[in-house]
């Protein structure tokens, strides 16, 4: 909260830089890497201090040394750019790193950082050339360079060595690398990167499978991407491989059961090749990253990242891969133009997912795993109906001066992937799936609009197949449109039953449901729909009965200790200790901090974050210093 008057502010100049004479009519037309659609900029970026309408990176190279001593990446990335309008500034964004010396072209150049905005950090002005072809930064990381997050070997699995990983999206590349840091622009970028020998380097690029003798890697990333999407991580790595064309990297220890539980990978990729079209990446791999990765999955390009929460020994979770492989077509291939367009990214990955899943599992769990999301969704659109800013619950966001984290709600992945079903069930499944493909195809390596998107809806889909079909109430009006389809399991509804009875226990008996007798989605919607009548002393059954507390799946547990918060039971908190030391995603960390808080445990909370705090990535510890009340 504090930032957003500051942002405000240097949204106000960035407006008035942005925009000065950057008519898009007027730019170069002699363009050869350039599309036309990357050229005209018809819309702000509201999060980047850039000006693209003149200058842009086609590549970027790094050449950066990972120094765990003081936990800072040094070296130089050298942009070359392409420029548009003659201009004789370059505006990059920066946050928190320490700029040494830019050169253009080999010759030592002037520049000036200005604004310093908590959130979107400074632009970095940098004097050059019509003529400039590179732009060559030095420059270090610092401590406030929130898009690494640097381990000490306590907080690795095998605790001997030390580990570092990135978070780029939203707008955290900035703070490790300088760069035009907005999604609008693609580029292609290579490493050197100089580690410690023992370790490996991996990225968002062609990766090694092995150590190097001398710490030293060099990566290609030859397919245009976001900037958010480049990705770093350096740890006591190994390499098992999945498939043909897939395999998974972990610390040694974690290998074996990351194998078990990912086999099914390589069936993914082709149950989403058969969906819609080629994958067009080479490889995918995953890292699984130690437990403080703050996000279940991020969809980094060759390389998935992805929290260790999902192997849960009984391969439960994996609609988590599902999920950040459809981002391969969804978000990768076609990307949201802003971040108020991130529903693209999203609800067409939710939907994408959950094809997969139906694919390879069949439409009875895919509806079970889609039930489990409307329910969020349910929650969390009443939520921000009665909050601050209702307008949220729209497909179409207005994120200017806000951190874009604040879209990544259910807004974004679940209607926008309930408008998508909707959509499916008027065009039926044939007529939609052809769409879908032609739509990813049609644009592939390029940004998206959601009013483009709706364009190319109507002109593709809607009019030659006369249907009628609302599209305005889904993205331009609040909440859920009462033509939501709506997803039926009967396996679920059977759980519903036995949750809300007063003796649940007895019930359970009675009926011989034991641990086996339901899939892991099924308890989870039963721990999340243990109804009112049940109280203390049945929670206390329930838990010597079935061991929720300490289940092992971090979905069925992290549910279990937000209603045993909200219902008082204390038969929890050794465990739950246990579990708020160890893990760092945020999925679950926020809405077990906000029931303690909103439950009287406020001091047992602050006690064990003070703890805990030191093991979260910053994304994690914002949150919840928010909701502790803590400043940093
Ligand atoms: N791209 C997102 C993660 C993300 C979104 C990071 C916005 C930063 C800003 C990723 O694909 C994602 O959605 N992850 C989910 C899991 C998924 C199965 C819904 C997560 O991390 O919970
Ligand atoms: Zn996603």
């Not at 170069?28 to 990357?38: F, K, P, T, Y």
């Not at 580690?195 to 968002?204: F, W």
């Not at 052809?434 to 644009?443: I, S, V």
């Not at 721990?527 to 507390?549: C, K």
Request: net charge negative; proline share 4%; hydrophobic share 40%.
């Amino acid at each position: 909260m504090r930032f957003f008057s500051l942002a405000i502010l240097s949204l106000i100049s960035i407006l008035f830089i942005g925009c000065d004479g950057s008519n898009p009519e007027e730019v170069n037309s002699d363009e050869d890497s350039l599309s036309s659609e990357q050229v005209q900029v018809t819309d702000m970026q509201p999060h980047s201090y850039a000006n693209l309408q003149e200058v842009r990176t086609t590549h970027l190279h790094l050449d950066l040394t990972a120094d765990f001593d003081t936990q800072t990446l040094s070296g130089s990335v050298t942009h070359s750019i392409k420029n548009l309008t003659e201009s004789e500034v370059m505006i990059l964004d920066v946050r928190n790193l320490e700029i040494q010396k830019v050169e253009i072209d080999g010759e030592e150049t002037t520049y000036k950082i200005e604004g310093d905005d908590p959130l979107m950090g400074s632009g970095l002005y940098v004097d050059i050339k019509p003529s400039t072809e590179k732009v060559k930064i030095y420059y270090s990381t610092t401590d406030g360079s929130d898009g690494l997050q640097w381990l000490n070997p306590q907080q690795t699995a095998g605790k001997k060595h030390p580990y570092m990983y990135s978070q780029g999206q939203a707008i955290l590349t900035r703070t490790w690398i300088p760069c035009q840091d907005a999604p609008r622009n693609r580029i292609t970028y290579s490493a050197d990167l100089q580690v410690p020998s023992e370790l490996m380097a991996v990225m968002s690029a062609t990766n090694p499978t092995e150590k190097s003798e001398d710490g030293k890697f060099h990566f290609e990333m030859n397919n245009k991407i976001p900037s958010y999407l480049i990705a770093i991580a350096v740890g006591d790595l190994t390499f098992a491989s999945l498939g043909e064309r897939s395999g998974v990297y972990t610390e040694p220890s974690e290998l074996d059961n990351c194998v078990y539980e990912l086999v099914d990978v390589e069936k993914m990729i082709d149950a989403a090749e058969n969906l819609y079209g080629e994958y067009k990446w080479g490889r995918y791999d995953i890292i699984v990253l130690p437990p403080s990765f703050p996000f279940g999955g991020m969809e980094n390009p060759k390389l998935t990242f992805a929290t260790p929460t999902i192997i849960s020994g009984d391969r439960s979770l994996v609609s988590l891969i599902a999920h950040e492989l459809a981002h391969s077509w969804s978000g990768n291939l076609v990307t949201n133009a802003t971040w108020d367009d991130f529903w693209l990214n999203e609800g067409f990955t939710v939907y994408f997912e959950n094809r997969i899943m139906e694919a390879i599992y069949g439409k009875e769990h895919a509806d079970m795993l889609m039930s489990i999301e409307v329910e969020d969704l349910e929650q969390e659109n009443d939520d921000i109906l009665n909050g601050e800013f209702p307008e949220d619950t729209q497909l179409k966001l207005d994120l200017d001066g806000r951190d874009p984290d604040v879209g990544m709600t259910a807004i974004a992945y679940v209607k926008g992937a309930m408008f998508l079903k909707s959509l499916e069930a008027a065009a039926g499944r044939e007529t939609w799936d052809a769409f879908l493909k032609g739509y990813f195809d049609a644009h592939e390596f390029q940004v998206m609009t959601t009013e483009e998107f709706v364009d190319y809806l109507h002109t593709n889909l809607l009019d030659p197949n006369s249907i009628e079909f609302n599209t305005d109430e889904w993205i331009y009006e609040e909440g859920i449109p009462a033509s939501c389809i709506k997803i039926e399991s009967d396996k679920f509804a059977k759980v519903e039953e036995v949750a809300v009875q007063i003796h649940v226990v007895e019930s359970m008996k009675d009926l011989g449901i034991v641990k086996e007798a339901w899939s892991t989605q099924e308890w989870i919607h039963f721990v999340r729909n243990i109804g009112e009548d049940v109280d203390v002393e049945d929670m206390g059954e329930l838990d010597a009965l079935f061991n929720f507390s300490g289940w092992g799946n971090s979905e069925i547990m992290a549910a279990w200790y937000v209603v045993s918060i909200e219902k008082g039971y204390e038969g929890i908190y050794e465990d739950l200790e246990g579990f708020l030391m160890e893990v760092g995603r945020r999925k679950f960390l926020e809405p077990i901090y906000q029931a303690l808080a909103d439950n009287g445990k406020t001091d047992w909370a602050n006690a064990v974050y003070a703890q805990a705090r030191p093991n979260y990535h910053a994304i994690s510890y914002g949150t919840i210093d928010d909701i502790l009340g803590w400043e940093e």
